[in-house]
């Protein structure tokens, strides 16, 4: 008796985390950049935190590119936090995608660059052929090809939040991003909610969709009421 009520408490607090944020992020194609521009922000992250250098070394991790870094343990928090609201099918498939990204930016990190202006500038053709870095350290004059984690990291956030905050919120959405009311969730949810709204339109579990729909547009009235909106936990 007291797992299933263990289950429903977490069943309770995921629907409360996911209908908080999904307020904010009620329009399709607000989604949808948000879907894009994560992804991205999270990938930067990890450079970010990685500039800092490795807190044990090993050698066995860091040969398969999970060096014990601060953005390794990031990503850890991440897929634990997921793993502990339940709905494992969920959660345990995003945390399969947050370890070949945190594999795949940790690569990127140790060989210097590699192939990072593809995920910071997308799809402009004039820099895809800047394949190498050169160095950790350089910096960014007139050469595509020699540019700084640092820079990467920041040009990441500024596209992914610039992208989110002023197309996604302010053009489309018409409504404040969740940062300004919850730090959290606009740093810990947004990847996992991102995640259900692709399954959602797949079909998966309508079930629960029509239970966070219903809390959503419950939080959408408060939020247009001009109340701040709290969790219903």
């Known amino acids: 008796m007291s797992k299933q009520t263990s289950d429903d408490k977490r069943q309770e607090e995921l629907l409360s985390q996911l209908s908080f944020y999904g307020a904010y992020h009620n329009n399709p194609y607000n989604q949808l950049i948000h879907i894009?521009?994560?992804p991205l922000i999270q990938w930067g992250l990890i450079l970010g935190l990685n500039y800092?250098?490795?807190?044990?070394?090993?050698?066995?991790?860091?040969?398969?590119?999970?060096?014990?870094t601060?953005?390794?343990?990031?990503?850890?928090?991440?897929?634990?936090?997921?793993?502990?609201?339940?709905?494992?099918?969920?959660?345990?498939?995003y945390d399969i995608f947050l370890l070949f990204m945190l594999m795949h930016a940790n690569a990127t990190f140790k060989s210097a660059g590699s192939y990072a202006w593809v995920h910071v500038?997308?799809?402009?053709?004039?820099?895809?052929?800047?394949?190498r870095f050169t160095e950790k350290t350089s910096i960014y004059l007139h050469d595509?090809?020699?540019?700084?984690?640092?820079f990467v990291f920041f040009r990441s956030q500024i596209l992914g939040w610039g992208f989110q905050v002023v197309i996604g919120h302010i053009l489309i959405e018409k409504r404040r991003p969740a940062l300004q009311d919850s730090l959290f969730d606009s740093l810990i949810m947004a990847p996992l909610f991102t995640w259900w709204e692709i399954l959602f339109?797949?079909?998966?579990?309508?079930?629960?969709?029509a239970k966070?729909?219903?809390?959503?547009k419950e939080n959408i009235k408060v939020l247009d009421s001009g109340e701040k909106l709290r969790k219903n936990q």
Do not use: M
């Not at 991440?78 to 099918?89: D, I, P, R, W």
């Not at 595509?144 to 640092?150: L, M």
């Not at 339109?201 to 969709?209: I, L, W």
């Not at 966070?212 to 959503?216: A, E, H, Q, S, Y």
């Open 201 to 209: 339109f797949f079909g998966y579990r309508k079930d629960f969709k």
């Open 70 to 93: 601060l953005g390794t343990f990031a990503i850890l928090g991440y897929q634990l936090y997921y793993l502990y609201l339940g709905e494992y099918l969920v959660s345990g498939t």
């Open 52 to 68: 800092f250098g490795t807190i044990v070394a090993n050698e066995f991790l860091e040969s398969i590119n999970l060096p014990l």
């Open 36 to 38: 894009i521009f994560v």
């Open 144 to 150: 595509a090809t020699k540019i700084s984690i640092p």
């Open 212 to 216: 966070l729909d219903v809390r959503i």
């Open 121 to 131: 500038l997308w799809y402009v053709p004039t820099f895809l052929e800047a394949t």
